[in-house]
């Protein structure tokens, strides 16, 4: 059966290659070349396709016979063309012996007729009735040249208009998500002035599930973050005799910088492209439609919630995570550099301020800020299928988490030009 196939396949290629340009008619090729020997055994008509050349002086007669259907054609009625004599004038092609043609059989009678035409020969075609005759005609309006390919661009160019989209769509994003903040900070005013309008079960619910649910895995992330910390610390810090500093590292890595920063990394990768995902898929179901038309503003119902949960449960996960990242500092440094609880709580209390303390929760809500914001611009960006949900919950999470590492990072040099 795969002989076959391939006989198919290489008879056909071989006639698309000898034209100016390959047809454009898919259907009718991929039957012709596929299916064919895959089905020979199945039901259907079992007559098989036969031609069969005559001459009479100057004329020649291909008649085709059986039935010229995709379970039928084979390799060896892939070319009939072939066995017409070069020095013909006139050929009739005869189909009134056909018992079946379907569209991949009138598109090899199609391909024949236009073969024969192109070699010089008066090309007839006799014997069809009034449904055959349609079928032809309908695949021979179908079966028109492609357009060649364009020619490929000079590889310098097209890492040029590469970065040129690229950026191009950065500004246009960032265009988008600056009015898309403005949007929300209005509505977030609207609700200040008129807090009825909020929902607060929708808040609520939302609290619990970016916050207290998400304790387990910010905890631990943290805890093991702090263990790190103070083991690679005590390590360097032990060429120098200096392992009681490893608490000083620990505290202050944790309390301004790693605690906030991996909450927020958590928070984006777990509540962001929740919120990315979940108002995507309502835009998919045409929910949010739904809600415009009975008057329901989705900025209101759907965006405000989500914010404002997370501005409020940000600040508490940080917390949460400076609390478990220290104790995973202590942990280390008991079992390995023999630092009691209370040595090491006497050394934190001296080496850290409530400043330190305090730079990692003032960062807080603002990521949290960020984070809802992009989630819900992402989620109501999405388009009615499915891969644009993926493709945008993705897109969230990434720039959720650049946004953050930035802003991070501009915290960072404000804190060190103020001094704290």
């Known amino acids: 059966m795969y002989r076959v196939l391939s006989r198919i396949e290489e008879a056909v290629a071989g006639e698309v290659s000898s034209a100016s340009t390959p047809s454009a008619f898919p259907p009718a090729s991929l039957v012709v070349s596929v299916p064919g020997p895959r089905r020979m055994s199945g039901p259907g008509p079992r ?33 009939p063309e072939r ?17 079946a043609l379907d569209t991949a059989g009138a598109w090899l009678v199609t391909r024949t007729l236009r073969h024969l035409r192109k070699a010089g020969h008066a090309v007839e075609l006799v014997g069809s009735g009034a449904a055959a005759a349609s079928l032809i005609e309908t695949v021979a309006r179908s079966d028109v040249p492609v357009p060649p390919p364009p020619p490929p661009d000079n590889p310098l160019v097209a890492i040029v208009v590469r970065i040129g989209r690229a950026s191009v769509f950065i500004a246009r994003e960032a265009r988008d998500l600056i009015n898309f903040l403005g949007l929300t900070v209005i509505v977030l005013g609207r609700l200040g002035l008129r807090p009825w309008r909020l929902r607060f079960t929708a808040l609520v619910s939302h609290m619990e599930r970016a916050g207290l649910n998400a304790l387990p895995i910010v905890g631990l992330i943290a805890f093991l973050i702090g263990v790190v910390l103070a083991y690679q610390g005590a390590d360097q810090l032990a060429r120098f005799g200096a392992q009681i500093f490893t608490v000083n590292l620990v505290g202050i890595g944790v ?31 045409e929910e949010i439609d739904a809600m415009r038309t009975i008057g329901l503003d989705p900025m209101e119902v759907l965006v405000a919630p989500r914010v404002i949960a997370l501005v409020l449960v940000m600040p508490l996960l940080t917390f949460y995570a400076d609390l478990m990242g220290l104790l ?3 942990v280390m440094a008991t079992a390995v550099l023999d630092i009691s609880f209370v040595r090491f709580a006497r050394q934190l209390s001296e080496a850290v301020t409530m400043w330190s303390f305090w730079v990692g929760i003032i960062k807080a809500p603002l990521f949290g800020f960020i984070i809802a914001m992009i989630g819900c611009y992402e989620g109501l960006k999405v388009a009615r299928n499915a891969e644009s949900v993926g493709r945008q919950t993705t ?10 590492i930035v802003l991070d990072a501009l915290f960072s040099i404000l804190f060190s030009v103020l001094g704290i």
């Open 83 to 99: 066995a017409v004599p070069s020095d013909a004038v006139r050929v009739r092609v005869d189909i009134s012996g056909l018992t």
């Open 328 to 330: 995973g500092g202590a």
């Open 395 to 404: 897109r969230a999470v990434v720039e959720a988490v650049f946004l953050v």
């Open 47 to 79: 007559d098989p396709p036969r031609f069969a050349v005559t001459r009479a002086g100057a004329d020649a007669t291909l008649k085709l016979t059986g039935a010229w259907t995709t379970q039928n054609l084979t390799a060896a009625v892939a070319a």
């Open 255 to 285: 309390l301004r910088e790693m605690g906030i920063l991996l909450t927020a990394i958590m928070v984006a990768g777990r509540s962001g492209s929740a919120f990315t995902a979940q108002i995507g898929t309502m835009a998919v179901n």
